[in-house]
């Protein structure tokens, strides 16, 4: 062989263990529909599907032994989908056994490592599997329009493509072109799917363009060209300042400028948005760990879906995975009981392990949240004390964040899963890298939450510019909620305190903070976290920038305060901070110096505005309820919340709130029957209803505003802002 | 890119001495890209102390340490000229409080027992130069410390 056929035909190899790997995806994720009880002649249709392609492709790029396995994976499937075979444990344990297998040999073929003898042996288990002899004679039983070579014989590497290959251009036959009007239609409808899939939390089988319309590029190309255009913008801010300094032209006053920085913004867009695919893409594979884990541990555990939509950068995505992986694990290890426990505890036997992604401005979040347990913050208290004295004094907040430190587990026992006391400090270490954050909520007997969020790229940020200790610095704006102009601050329990929006807000001092002198008494900016506000008086405020932003590299420790730094037009670098680092830092410095004093004084969360309007939040998924509350108990709304339609009209007759949010797809009553029913009642009649939901469709929108809601928000078009001003105008109208 | 095992300084070699206060180091030209004069740092808050603050070369954001303090000596007062090294880890750049020179070293006098060094070599003008061993002396966990 030749090197340039071992290169091309290498080539294609690879091109064929990406596609396999998606392909392994969906048929996993199906299965495990399947296992639901599911099985319908179409999920089985399209699980032979999937095993019949890989199989032909495996084939067609040179990969025999993983053709043999896929083929005798296709038999089985195909047993089930002529009903001569049940869906049960065993076979369910067969197919993902054999996805595993192939997962496993593709690697190899490709790297042209040995095989054979694992193939043979998975191979040999799905024949057993079908219940016949471990060696199949009877090639009646295979794909009728699927020549196959028997197993004994090496496969010919002539054997023709069974399906249309998605792979090699090189098999392409003019006699048979693909129907590009139909495959367009397909693709076209790829968004819309995703967007209508959400209500049916994970049991839409997600649309996939077909090759056509696909173009595999290896992700390094981007990345370079997203590193080129963001050298370009870069560049023309030099070429920018250099025509006022030189010529002394403001740029901006030139149409020839202002259209090249449009282009490069837009191309900057663009850019950034190939590199991003659906959060969601993990789901085949934590469902899959669910699954397994469930299974070893004899639990029964459901795990759903939500925020088909949410896209984040490739990048950000691939370092998610591990501390996903091992959140979901944990949930299940730790979280869920048993079934017999569970009965005693008046909770259905079956748990749930949820996904949910959401965007929130120019971050994801993503929350793992389980209905078990919750965590014992007691025994981590405990658990931690034995190793520091410092643990045993913290409230219920601050020891339950000890879980995330090295060593500590509170697992009685190793179980093989969990319980060795590595891996949440792992998972936040692994989060640091992308700068992302974790937090965490508990409830004794309820379940636990953990909610990851992460900026959805790591490129450019939109900043304001302050200066603080003398120095300037940049502070992402997504993160900005206000800036006040110079005011005195008071005393609250023991905390300087400022108001915002006629509630009380922390207030430090940004250099201070910062540990650059205690100087700053200008304007404060009022920055949020997660699920925290805090303002920062700074010296003054400069200007908005976009920021190209860079890390600082791996040589320097992470600066939680610190989100990386860019270099400005005059080759100055400005440092951009972290708004929950920042927050984070400046809590400590202010509990350090109120250490000193006696203990007391409730912090800010307990000081709640009286007259602030309440916000009823309607939503079945925790997550989403829990994000609305947070941002609108950052914004100084009352929040309550509410899981159905049915509780919601509970809730409202008990106490009548200012505005109603309320999802669509709910059980026992869906947001159309709430508004409805609230617009039957008379003295509600005025209740401002705010529908938000991630079904964009016409349909849907003409249907929420004639069952009478005031707004209808599509969670795909949503941000934070946007949410709040929506809320802001209607309660403006209503008072 | 992955960069080859940074070479430590061995006798004979060309190196690099970077003068800070009133002592001096060695380092192996082999590993040196560059020495900036006069970097214009920005300081870089909550960082730790080694941490004088980061510079731009040509569009790369590099961290300036302090020499003394990496060594456990005291801190530098000013940093007139940074010494870009290449580290397992990246750029870095090392304060020097006077011009670096480049000379080529005799036989080393005697093993240095500061950590992150190796050997005491004679260079010009009587001075002495220890050695500085880069790979152990930049790596994230001892600039973390």
Redesign the interface.
């Known amino acids: 062989m030749s090197p340039q056929e071992s290169l091309s035909e290498n080539d294609f190899q690879r091109l064929f263990a990406m596609e396999a790997e998606g392909r392994l995806d969906t048929l996993v994720d199906q299965l495990l529909e399947l296992e639901k009880g599911g099985a319908t002649p179409e999920v089985v249709a399209s699980l032979f599907r999937e095993a019949h392609t890989v199989k032909g492709g495996a084939a067609v790029v040179g990969m025999p032994h993983v053709a043999r396995v896929a083929h005798a994976l296709e038999d089985l499937l195909e047993e089930v989908r002529r009903e001569r075979r049940g869906v049960d444990t065993a076979l369910i344990d067969a197919v993902l056994a054999g996805v595993d297998a192939i997962r496993a040999l593709i690697p190899l073929a490709v790297a042209g490592q040995d095989h054979e003898a694992a193939a043979f042996d998975a191979e040999q288990r799905l024949r057993i599997a079908v219940g016949g002899p471990p060696v199949v004679d009877d090639r009646a039983a295979a794909a009728p329009d699927m020549p196959v070579p028997a197993p004994s014989s090496p496969a010919p590497t002539t054997m023709a493509p069974p399906v249309p290959s998605p792979a090699p251009p090189a098999r392409a036959e003019p006699g048979a072109p693909p129907a590009p009007a139909r495959e367009h239609d397909a693709a076209d409808g790829v968004v819309e799917a995703h967007g209508a899939a959400d209500g049916a939390a994970g049991h839409a089988e997600p649309a996939r363009a077909t090759a056509t319309e696909m173009l595999q590029i290896p992700v390094h190309r981007i990345d370079e060209l997203v590193r080129l255009i963001g ?1 370009a913008s ?1 560049a023309t801010l030099r070429l920018g300042s250099a025509l006022l300094e030189r010529l002394e032209r403001d740029p901006s006053s030139l149409t020839e400028y202002r259209d090249l920085v449009r282009s490069l913004n837009e191309l900057q867009e663009l850019a950034l948005h190939a590199r991003m695919i659906p959060v969601m893409s993990l789901a085949p594979r934590l469902r899959r760990a669910v699954r397994d884990l469930a299974r070893e541990t004899g639990k029964e555990v459901r795990f759903e879906t939500r925020g088909e939509d949410a896209e984040i950068d490739r990048g950000v995505l691939e370092r998610l995975a591990d501390p996903l992986l091992h959140l979901v694990r944990n949930a299940v290890d730790h979280g869920v009981e048993a079934p017999d426990e569970r009965r005693r505890n008046g909770k259905p036997a079956e748990g749930t392990v949820r996904l949910h992604a959401m965007q929130l401005g120019s971050e994801v979040v993503i929350a793992v949240s389980d209905d078990g347990r919750g965590i014992d913050v007691s025994r981590v208290r405990e658990t931690a004390g034995r190793t520091d004295r410092s643990a045993i004094e913290m409230d219920d907040e601050a020891a339950l964040y000890l879980i995330f430190r090295s060593g500590l587990t509170t697992a009685t026992k190793v179980t093989g899963v969990s319980g060795r006391g590595v891996g949440l400090d792992a998972v936040r270490a692994s989060l640091n890298a992308v700068r992302g954050r974790i937090e965490v909520r508990s409830d004794p007997g309820m379940g636990t939450e953990f909610r990851i969020a992460v900026p959805i790229t790591m490129t450019t940020l939109r900043c304001l510019v302050i200066k603080a ?1 003398g ?1 300037a610095f940049a502070i992402p704006l997504h993160s900005v909620r206000a800036v006040l102009p110079p005011q005195t601050s008071a005393m609250v329990g023991g905390r300087a305190m400022t108001m915002l929006d006629g509630r009380p807000v922390p207030i430090s001092s940004l250099s201070a903070v ?3 002198g205690n100087g700053s008494h200008g304007p404060a900016v009022v920055v949020a976290g997660l699920t925290r506000s805090h303002a920062f008086t700074v010296d003054e405020l400069v200007d908005q920038r976009d920021v190209v932003v ?1 890390g ?6 992470r ?4 989100a990386g ?1 860019g ?1 400005q037009p005059d ?5 951009v901070l972290e708004a929950a680092g920042l927050i984070e ?1 400046a809590r400590r410095i202010d509990s350090g110096d109120r250490s000193q004093e006696a203990a007391g004084g409730g912090g800010y969360e307990e000081t709640a505005p009286q007259r602030a309007a309440s916000i009823l939040v309607v939503d079945d998924a925790l997550t989403v309820r829990e994000l609305q509350r947070s941002i609108f108990e950052n914004a100084g709304y009352r929040v309550r919340v509410a899981v159905n339609g049915e509780e919601a009209l509970v809730e409202i007759s008990h106490e009548r709130p200012d505005l109603v949010l309320t999802d669509v797809q709910m059980p026992r009553m869906d947001g159309f029957e709430l508004t409805e029913a609230i617009r039957k009642q008379a003295a509600l009649a005025s209740l401002p209803v705010i529908i938000l939901t991630s079904r964009g469709s016409d349909e849907d929108r003409r249907r929420g505003l004639e069952c009478g809601a005031d707004g209808y928000i599509v969670k795909s078009g949503f941000d934070q802002s946007a949410l709040l001003s929506a809320v802001e105008r209607l309660l403006g109208e209503d008072r | 890119m992955a960069s080859a095992p940074t070479p430590r300084v061995v006798s004979g070699q060309l190196a690099l001495l970077i003068p800070v206060g009133s002592d001096t180091y060695a380092v192996s030209l082999e590993t040196v890209r560059e020495v900036v004069v006069d970097p214009r740092v920005t300081q870089l808050p909550t960082s730790p102390a080694v941490v004088r603050g980061v510079f731009n070369v040509r569009g790369d954001i590099v961290p300036l340490l302090d020499t003394g303090l990496l060594l456990g000596l005291r801190p530098v007062m000013e940093e007139p000229y940074a010494v870009l090294v290449e580290t397992p880890h990246g750029t870095a750049g090392l304060v020097a409080t006077d011009m670096p020179l480049t000379v080529r070293l005799n036989e080393s006098v005697g093993h240095s027992d500061i950590e992150g060094t190796t050997e005491t070599y004679l260079v010009a003008d009587a001075r002495l130069a220890i050695a500085l061993d880069i790979p152990v002396l930049l790596s994230p966990a001892r600039i973390s410390q």
């Open positions: 050298e870069a200790g120095q910062l540990g650059m860079k600082l590299g791996e040589l320097l420790p600066l939680p305060a610190v730094a270099v080759g100055s670098i400005l440092l830092r």
